[in-house]
């Protein structure tokens, strides 16, 4: 029994089995497709929905969208008869080529044949053409050339294929004439210009990427006037608009309109712990790093680093806790500021790191950036100073950072994201050339950057520079993150000739240096350092007995040291903090040996409105051992630091030469003060007092004083149609006989 019972459900599970399957088939067999040439039949059905019922209305649509966004098809018609389905489809042809007119720069056909999306052997499809007549409009405008006709044509060939044809009708390149900010902006447009990159064209720029007016440049400078206003005080500051306006077929200008709103203070500064969790030594630590920002004007880069020096102390001291901040407005120039600790409810661990849009830069370039790594609790802190750090490096046009949750790694107290990084590179290289006059002589000089070698994150560069009394040569590497370790490693080569109209002597000098710099702590600095030079001097026929002692070649090895702090709230033009430093060289491997010591520093301050007021001060000097240092090591004080005397026309000096001293100082106290000229002028009035000396020769050649030189003088500078010039006229106050007098200091081009 059993076995005639086994024997009969195997026949009938057969039976079952075979009619399961002619059921499948039939209900295959019902879709009967057309139009098809180079798209298979397998490859349509593929995309049928799982769950398909020829019955289902709803089914059949997401069949025909599937099928749809494959790109393939034009046109596809689904119909339902005596329960057949019919699908009928048209497909799109295929790019046999495509060919861009009009362009006869090969490396700018070549990056627009880079970025359409129709290339050859490609599914074409019509919203294309209008999506990359956008890239190459957005392309063209980027390199300057605005309002250019785009057109295109389409032949269709045999076997359903295509072959595109854009016409591209190049307009002139344009440049930006002029840059305005209006509104209610509190600063200068002079400042203003500082600030953002574009620049306006000037016969010395000829060179710039930043003459050009294009959207992402003008997207960048809004979001660096915007960071500007936010880091003075100004908590409500609006950029509402910004124009390019075609001038001519040549010139364009660019309007940013602002309201800068009130400028305020931050008056009230609080820690409200919601946990309940910290210790009173968290709290004092906490009020250690708050402090600094109280009574003083709302910078917000300066909270945001605040609040990610508290973020990292709670987590070192393993607080699963979150830190939010919470501005309040408390009148029209106050402002409060929480620090809000929260207990975090579900902890959150980061899976993996996903990078995306990097096609040049190198993913350690971008990881070695990041705060966090695979593994680590979630931080919102470190993936905001994390995009900060990638933002600095001024490689990348758009940076995006955000998490996303894993649906699968879920449990009641632990979350895992990835966090995704996508980023958008920019053109990193740059060709710069300028040309300068002046009472000191002439001078041309040329530039090539790049700053991101080989997609390393590596800066290189080289600068010539080639003046009626000097003459420099130098190549540049740059890496801000050696060796993975966040610290910057600098090294260089360099050709130097001077031939000074004060000095009867000639030298030439090829060197090499390293350095490196750590921040050891909060904006404050070390930077050691290691250099060779071979330095040879030659002497005129006319040249005293005791110069021409000095002929030769020389060889000198150095290791130094600097140990600085800086707050300046940037490095160009200012407005407020401080340097201050010490730094140290000893040069023993010689053929002339010498220990050489500084001290430096400045400060600044805006103490009202259009009054930046400054201080720049170094005191200085270099001794040998058992020999006299030879004259190119020895000290001088550059004529910006001391106005009103020539450039090493101060100091020891045998006959008519200037040689210089074993010990220098100077002291600059300047402010700027309003002109009555127009803003769009961009011009800079200062007045300043300047103190400085060089004495002391250690081969008692020259018996020169130890009196204070002193002037006072009035400054003024201009970025004119022309290239910048500059004025200053000074006073000398105090002087010796022997000192090379320039009351009146002129300089035009770039040189300055």
Known sequence: MPKLFVKIFSSLFFYVLIFSTNILFASADKIIISGNKNISETTIRSYLPSNFKNSDPDLLNNFQKNLYSTGFFKNIEIKVTDNNIFVNVIENPLVNFVLLE???NKGVKDSLYEIIALKENTIFQDFKIKNDIKKINNYLN???????????????????KVNIFYNINLNNKFRISRIFFIGEKFFKSSTLKDVISSTEHGWWKFLSNFTT???????????????????????????????????????ANITFSINSGG???????????????LKKEDFDYINDLINPLKNNVFNFSEVIKVKNFIDQYLNNSNYNLSLNIKLTKLNSNNLSLDYIIEDTAVKKIIEKIIISGNNITDDFVIRNSLSFSEGDNFNQSKLNSSKEKLIGKNIFKNIN???????????DDVNKVNILISVEETATGEISAGAGAGTNGATISGSLNEKNFLGKGISLASNLSIGTQQIL????????????SGNTFKSSVFVTNNDFENASFENKIIGASIFSVYEIYDKLFIEPGFSVDFDSVSVNSDASSTIKKREGDFFTSKVSYKLFKNTKNRDFNPTEGYTFGAGQGLSLI???????????????????????????YKLENINGFNKDIKF????????????????????????????????????????????????????????????????????????????????VGLGFSWVSPLGPISFTYAEPITKEKTDDIEQFNFKIGSAF
């Open 473 to 484: 040569g130098s190549l540049t590497y740059l890496d801000s993150d050696f060796n993975n």
């Open 401 to 411: 950072v955000s998490e996303q949750e894993i649906k699968d790694g879920q449990t």
């Open 102 to 104: 009009g362009i006869t």
């Open 632 to 711: 190119s090591d020895r000290l001088f004080v550059p004529s910006n630091n001391l106005r009103g005397f020539a450039s090493r026309g101060i100091g020891p000096k045998i006959d008519n030469d200037f040689i210089g001293g074993n010990y220098s100082f100077y002291t600059t106290l300047s402010s700027t003060i309003p002109n009555g000229l127009p803003d769009k002028w961009n011009a800079i009035t200062n007045i300043f007092f300047d103190t400085a000396n060089v004495w002391g020769v250690d081969d008692n050649s020259t018996g020169d004083s130890n009196m204070i030189r002193s002037s």
């Open 590 to 616: 010689s053929d002339i040996s010498y220990i050489n010591n500084s001290i430096f520093g400045s400060y600044y301050n805006e103490y009202a409105d259009n009054f930046i007021g400054s201080i720049k």
């Open 142 to 160: 980027k390199l300057g050339y605005l309002k250019n006709d785009v057109n295109y044509e389409i032949k269709i060939i045999e076997n359903n």
């Open 263 to 277: 400028r305020y203070t931050l008056k009230k500064i609080s820690i409200i712990d919601l946990t309940k969790f």
């Open 213 to 251: 007016p294009y959207e992402e440049l003008i997207n960048s400078d809004i979001s660096k006037l915007k960071k500007f206003y936010l880091d003075s005080g100004f908590y409500d500051v609006q950029i509402n608009s910004n124009t390019i306006s075609i001038l001519d077929n040549n010139y």
